[in-house]
């Protein structure tokens, strides 16, 4: 649910309920059952790349559990299912299907995803699951921006146009003839400097939100301090 939480504005956050079973929660545990689905597919020598059919497949499973993300999400706040399993499992959801997609791809095709690629791009999403987790426990929020929204569309396209380069280079006519390969590449190109820009984007708002929080922090202990002080200087009657 991505990703991806940036901006500058504070929220409430839904309060979490206690009932861990529930179907949203299932359908964030499917995307994780997804991984190694998605793993054993790409690495294994069970599915044939003959006419495509190991690359269709792995598409297929990438696409339907990026579409998780967004399901699971809606059906939690529309039926008030939001539960603290479910907001712990959500992102570490995101980030290890992200995670394992590009780095299965660096073995998978590397001529279009090389290995630093899949290390900014990874080490973006380690980056921000850090600052949300100082930023949760100084009891403030950080709203997910349109540059990480945009960053998960683009996200979808790149690792599937990059399974799909694996056996084709132009796709079949019943498929619109698109090009693979420029689309792979240009994707993959557009991911790595999505990534760096929402980076810096989520950096600099998690910044400014924690230079404020210090700032408030310190007003508050001065006021106390000159309230200390005033009461010390009254004379005894």
Do not use: C
Request: glycine share 4%; aromatic share 8%.
């Amino acid at each position: 649910m991505d990703d991806n939480q940036l901006g500058s504005g504070e929220t409430a956050a839904p309060r979490p309920s206690p009932l861990f079973v529930n179907l949203p929660n299932y359908i964030t545990l499917t995307r994780i059952l997804s991984i190694p689905v998605l793993i054993w597919i790409l690495s294994s020598s069970h599915f044939s790349s003959t006419n495509g059919e190991r690359e269709l497949l792995a598409s297929a499973v990438f696409i339907a559990a990026s579409l998780t993300d967004a399901i699971d999400g809606y059906l939690a706040r529309k039926r008030a299912q939001v539960t603290t399993i479910g907001m712990l499992l959500d992102p570490v959801a995101d980030k290890l299907l992200i995670a394992a997609a590009f780095i299965t791809l660096v073995q998978f095709n590397p001529r279009t995803v090389p290995a630093w690629m899949a290390v900014i791009i990874i080490g973006r999403e380690f980056l921000v699951s850090g600052l949300r987790s100082i930023a949760a426990s100084e009891g403030f929020t950080i709203e997910a921006s349109d540059l990480g929204k945009l960053k998960m569309v683009v996200q979808i396209v790149s690792v599937v146009a990059a399974i799909i380069d694996h056996h084709w280079t132009r796709l079949p006519w019943y498929f619109l003839g698109l090009p693979v390969h420029p689309i792979a590449l240009a994707s993959i190109w557009i991911m790595v400097g999505l990534s760096l820009v929402s980076a810096v984007d989520y950096f600099v708002a998690f910044w400014n939100k924690i230079n404020r929080h210090a700032e408030k922090r310190r007003r508050r202990r001065s006021f106390v301090l000159s309230r200390r002080r005033k009461r010390n200087d009254v004379p005894a009657v």
